[in-house]
T-cell receptor
């Protein structure tokens, strides 16, 4: 039990639609990272938010965007969904002070794009 | 760039057998190293970590030693249980401006009674 929750657990969308995934971090965790895990692969870093601002991004297009709120919740938004966006989306939170804190993962949202 | 290479699975063992899952890495800086475990249908759980060379991380009977000279962080357990069946991910983190995890592809472990 990491104290990180995600919603919804499963989601089905069609190509071209938009989706919003939500994450609730542990209280006091000011950093949230989002990862995409395709079937049979390791998680790939999408982006990271620190104190409500994006401070790092992986190799994902701009149609992947995010928000972080003062109440330790965050969102991942994906526009113009493509079939390859089908994956498990994981958020991870940490209390970023020295940069060496452990990231704690939520259970993930499984997205299927048809 | 940063990368992690893990042995391919599945690794199939009988209960009480010895486990080794190999992990090697390439990093541009001085990384911290992690093992995460993912049980079926669940997210990632931190299993153990090591932040500097020669550190040994351990948890629930699993252990791994940070070997800078061989750039390795192999996971071992002396006696596996059926409940250890899961996918194991080796990961590294290099802290520069912002810190993020770079994962290997994962190794599935199947333990039979």
């Amino acid at each position: 039990e990491t104290g990180v929750t995600q919603s919804p657990t499963h989601l089905i969308k069609t190509r071209g639609q938009q989706v919003t995934l939500r994450c609730s971090s542990q209280s006091g965790h000011n950093t949230v990272s989002w990862y995409q895990q395709a079937l049979g692969q390791g998680p790939q870093f999408i982006f990271q938010y620190y104190r409500e601002e994006e401070n790092g991004r992986g190799n994902f297009p701009p149609r992947f965007s995010g928000l972080q709120f003062p109440n330790y919740s965050s969102e991942l938004n994906v526009n113009a969904l493509e079939l390859d966006d089908s994956a498990l989306y994981l958020c991870a939170s940490s209390a970023q002070t020295s940069g060496k804190e452990t990231q704690y993962f939520g259970p993930g949202t499984r997205l299927l794009v048809l | 760039g940063n990368s992690v290479t893990q042995m391919e699975g599945p690794v199939t063992l009988s209960e009480e057998a010895f486990l080794t899952i190999n992990c090697t890495y390439t990093a541009t800086g001085y990384p911290s190293l992690f093992w995460y475990v993912q049980y079926p249908g669940e997210g990632l759980q931190l299993l153990l970590k090591a932040t500097k060379a020669d550190d040994k991380g351990s948890n629930k009977g699993f252990e791994a030693t940070y070997r800078k000279e061989t750039t390795s962080f192999h996971l071992e357990k002396g006696s596996v249980q059926v409940s250890d069946s899961a996918v194991y991910f080796c990961a590294l983190r290099v802290d520069s401006g912002y810190s993020t995890l770079t994962f290997g592809k994962g190794t599935m472990l199947l333990v039979s009674p």
